[in-house]
T-cell receptor
Framework: GQSLEQPSEVTAVEGAIVQINCTYQ??????LSWYQQHDGGAPTFLSYNALDGLEETGRFSSFLSRSDSYGYLLLQELQMKDSASYFC???????????????FGQGTTLQVKP | DSGVTQTPKHLITATGQRVTLRCSPR?????VYWYQQSLDQGLQFLIQ???????AKGNILERFSAQQFPDLHSELNLSSLELGDSALYFC????????????FGPGTRLTVL
């Protein structure tokens, strides 16, 4: 089947760096996406990795290792507003694969403390 | 603001009732997705429409149905509601059928009493 595992909670202090890991088991794989969701709000797309390596977008970076079925989201210079849930996701390629059906991990709640 | 709109924002109804949730995708996006988010199940994919046709289906209950209209807006119909259907329902859109980057609407919070 398809499954993604990520830690349920992470705590860090303002200004620090935090890494949120995601391991996946999928039949077929195109890439790994990351979404941020503030409490009660809509998920917001952060990044997508199709190839191995690090993608950097401002304070956020995302890494993928296809051989290890593993990725992570790295948040630098943490700010209070980064307190949110972070979800990794993959496209479900069962069937035709020509869909945007996303399978999400259970989410990691990041708490940033002063 | 993602550009995706959903109405209503909140909905409170009773068991056994039927409701309709509405979604307008971003301008130019052809795909619409529906997701259900509950505390114990996380974000679960329900269904995808692409340019008016069903493209993918998740574990959507038979009591639930959806459609996408010629103007590309979509509606999710939930009938014979049960307490367990209480959840946040999100609509998302993407330009094409394979949406690695999806734009989510603000959601409809459904409470079934």
């Amino acid at each position: 089947g398809q499954s993604l595992e990520q830690p349920s909670e992470v705590t860090a202090v303002e200004g620090a760096i935090v890494q949120i890991n995601c391991t996946y088991q999928t039949s077929g794989f195109y890439g790994l996406s990351w979404y941020q969701q503030h409490d009660g709000g809509a998920p917001t797309f952060l990044s997508y990795n199709a190839l191995d390596g690090l993608e950097e977008t401002g304070r956020f970076s995302s890494f993928l290792s296809r051989s290890d079925s593993y990725g992570y989201l790295l948040l630098q210079e943490l700010q209070m507003k980064d307190s949110a849930s972070y979800f990794c996701a993959v496209r479900d390629l069962r069937g035709s694969g020509n869909t945007g059906k996303l399978i999400f991990g259970q989410g990691t709640t990041l708490q940033v403390k002063p | 603001d993602s550009g995706v709109t959903q109405t209503p924002k909140h909905l409170i109804t009773a068991t056994g009732q039927r409701v309709t949730l509405r979604c307008s995708p971003r301008s130019g996006d052809l795909s619409v997705y529906w997701y259900q988010q509950s505390l114990d199940q996380g974000l679960q994919f329900l269904i995808q429409y692409y340019n008016g046709e069903e493209r993918a289906k998740g574990n959507i209950l038979e009591r639930f149905s959806a459609q996408q209209f010629p103007d590309l807006h979509s509606e999710l119909n939930l009938s014979s509601l049960e307490l367990g259907d209480s959840a946040l329902y999100f609509c998302a859109s993407s330009p094409r059928g394979q949406g690695n980057e999806q734009f989510f609407g603000p959601g409809t919070r459904l409470t079934v009493l």
